[in-house]
Structures are given as structure tokens and as C-alpha cells.
């Protein structure tokens, strides 16, 4: 049976030879229609799966760790300049803030053409489950996208027009709705199948957006809701970051060698290691003093390699590719204690003690919430939470002396170009 090869939106690159007709390329924003048949569905899914994990780029995966305060360029000499650092990273022409851009709306172009096949399938319990799906991934990128830039287009069908930015709000109801349907509708979670989307991961994906917007008792509601529903359990970080077989998983990226392009930890072991690697960043001298000695994620964390600073949670280097978590039970524990206040102290504790730590007890909610945050630094470092945790619970520019403009990504200065409509954030 001859294979169909399907079609990838490339667009807004600036090749030297011809600068002058950026504007002739399609804006990320604006993005043509596309359909596919209803035999080539299944097929086009696993193409979903490969493109949502690998449009955004490897850095996408980190870059809350990279502006952050966690992580540091490998060359600087010492950690004083960790503001100037994340300064010089935020900038418009900047590839971090393109690379993202461009591969979300990418990606989106695709889930959208998914849904749009889906739409006009027969009724059948599969083809709810391929459209279920589609909507957690549509909800996954727009999350991604508000959480750099504030408001951005809601593109709920592919269109070759220009469109203007929605707003933040609008952004973030659109994520719930996407979500919400994606909990009734995609497939039912399977033990040890946490590679496929399901009804759970979108529950748990959820409650992180409802946290983002300081819904604070749903987002406690839904996380509970995870954890009490006997699917999963907190495992140890050797099976997490080691690709072994665990029960904390909730959703992540297979990230297989052969079809990805997503090597995380190429950027942080030096090419003397071996594994061998770019060491493009390095930990912070504060991220490495912060585990104690009892605690069991150290180890799994950062490392020294020939006195050099190591993130350790992906070991491949350049031999291999490492699997992408994207939602585990450790986050929901950590939602729930904080979106209960102190009433959730109890599940604070509970994920201490797994992790070797003895329970804590803060004085006042205040006190609490600097434990959840430090929790939270710890268990995700080099996961992509550290600057929006900071963001979202206004710490950002007191903790990690940022420009009130840096709170957002810059939009990149080439989609401004190519879309008129757009418009920067404030102060870029």
C-alpha cells in the first residue's frame, strides 16, 4: 500500500539571498487550509504526535528553566549577570522567541486540519477519541503560547488571512473549552500507556491552567481529582528520567531517536562527557546547593563532570534522545497543596517524603507558599515551569530583578513583520 506523505507548513524564514520578500512569506498567525480523507486519520494522529513534540524546538522544553534564574550560559564566568542573561534572551530578534512562535502555530495548523477531518467523519467512539485528542493538543499549544506572550490569535480553523491578537482572557477560556472537551471525549488512561493522550492528562492539564489563573480551588479539585483516581502513583526519579517503566507518568513525548529532533540534553553535558554534548547551559550555583543530601532527586537533577556544572534529568547526549515529560503526578500533589493554602500542607508533605525529606510546617500561608514555590524549583528544574511559576505569582521582577516588560515574551520581530496586525507587548 502506497503511503501519502502529508504536508508541513514551513514558512516565515528569511533566507540571505532574498531579505526583501519576508513579506511575501505566510505569517505563523495566518496559516492556509489544508483537509485530508477519512482513511488516512489514524495515520495523519501519529503525524500530530510527531510534529506537536518537535515543531517548537528543543529549547521550548526549557525555556521557562533558561529565563528563569535557573539556568546560566556555560561561558559566563560567574552567576552576577543572570538578569542582563535573561534580559539579552528576551529580545524580539531573539531564536528563542521565534523558534516557539513559529513551531506552536505550526503545529496548530495541523491539529486544526485534524479537526476539520474529524468533523465530518461518521459517529463512531474512535473517531470521538482522535477528536478529543486533537482538542487536548489544541488546548497544549495554546497554553504554551499564552504562557510566553499574553494574548495571541485563536486560530480555531486554518485561514490564509491576517489575524489580529485575542486577548489574554479570551486565550485562556479557549484553553478550558479545548480541555474540557478533550476530558469527555478522549480515550479512557491505560496503565503504563502514558505516551498517548487521555481523559486524565487533559484533567490534569486543567488543573495547571486553572492554577495559572489563580483558580485556585478548582485547580485543587481537579488535581485530586488525579491523584485519587488510583491510576497513578509517585515513583522514583531514576524510572522517570531513566525511561523506565513508572506509575507517576500522566502524558509525555516518546521522543524516539529515529523521528525526533528534540535533544534536550545535548545542551547541557560538555563534549568531554560520555555522552557528549554543546554544554550551551549550565545550572546556577543556587540551583545546586538547593538539594540536601537526603533528597533523592539530587543526583537525577545536576551533576559535576570535571568541575562543570550538569543538568542531569537528560543523560542521552548526542547518542540518543530522551523522553519528554509533560504532566506527572508530582505536579498534581503540588497543585493541590497549593491551591488548597495550608489545608493542603498534607500533600506538600506527602511528596517530601517520598523525596527522602522530612514535613515541614510554615507559619503562615505566606511562609507556605515560599515552601510550594521552593518545591516546585526542585522537582522541575529542567522541566520548563521556574519563570512562570515566578510570573503567575507576581515574583518575577523582585526574584529575578527583570524590567516589568519581561513578565511577557517579546512577540519575534519577524512575525511582527510578517503580520501588521500584530501588535508587540508593551515596552518591546
Known sequence: ??????????????????????????????????????????????????????????????????????????????????????????????????????????????????????????????????????????????????????????????????????????????????????????????????????????????????????????????????ITSGLFSLDAFEKIFRAQQNNEEIFSFRNLTIESSIRVSTLFYTYAHDVKGSYVYRPVQEVMDMFSSDDKRAAMSVDTYQGLRVLNKYPSGQSGTDPIVVIRLAEMYLISAEGQGLNGLYRLNELRRERGLGDIDPVDEAAYLDAVLLERRKEFLGEGFRWYDLVRTNRAVETLELLDREVKFPLPMNELALNNLLDQNDDY
Open 1 to 226: 500500500m502506497k503511503r501519502k506523505l502529508f504536508p508541513v507548513l514551513f514558512s516565515g524564514m528569511c533566507l540571505f539571498t532574498s531579505c526583501s520578500k519576508m513579506l511575501d512569506v505566510k505569517s505563523h498567525s495566518a496559516v492556509g487550509t489544508n483537509t485530508l480523507s477519512a482513511a488516512d486519520v489514524e495515520a495523519f494522529l501519529v503525524g500530530i504526535y510527531n510534529r506537536v513534540q518537535n515543531a517548537p524546538g528543543a529549547e521550548a522544553y526549557i525555556s521557562f528553566d533558561i529565563v528563569g534564574g535557573n539556568l546560566i550560559n556555560s561561558g559566563a564566568t560567574s552567576d552576577g549577570g543572570l538578569n542582563t542573561f535573561i534580559s539579552n534572551v528576551l529580545r524580539p530578534e531573539n531564536g528563542l522567541m521565534s523558534a516557539p512562535w513559529n513551531g506552536y502555530y505550526s503545529a496548530l495548523y495541523q491539529v486544526n486540519n485534524l479537526l476539520e477531518v474529524a468533523s465530518s467523519l461518521p459517529e463512531s467512539q474512535r473517531n470521538t477519541e482522535i477528536a478529543g485528542i486533537a482538542h487536548f493538543f489544541r488546548g497544549y499549544i495554546y497554553y504554551n503560547l499564552v504562557a510566553r506572550w499574553g494574548g495571541v490569535p485563536i486560530l480555531e480553523r486554518n485561514t490564509k488571512e491576517k489575524v489580529k491578537r485575542n486577548t489574554e482572557a479570551e486565550v485562556w477560556a479557549f484553553i478550558e473549552k479545548e480541555l474540557q472537551l478533550a476530558v469527555d471525549n478522549a480515550p479512557a488512561f491505560t496503565t503504563g500507556q502514558y505516551y498517548q493522550v487521555s481523559s486524565v492528562a487533559a484533567k490534569a492539564l486543567l488543573a495547571r491552567v486553572k492554577l495559572a489563573q489563580n483558580k485556585k480551588a478548582e485547580a485543587a479539585a481537579l488535581a485530586e481529582e488525579v
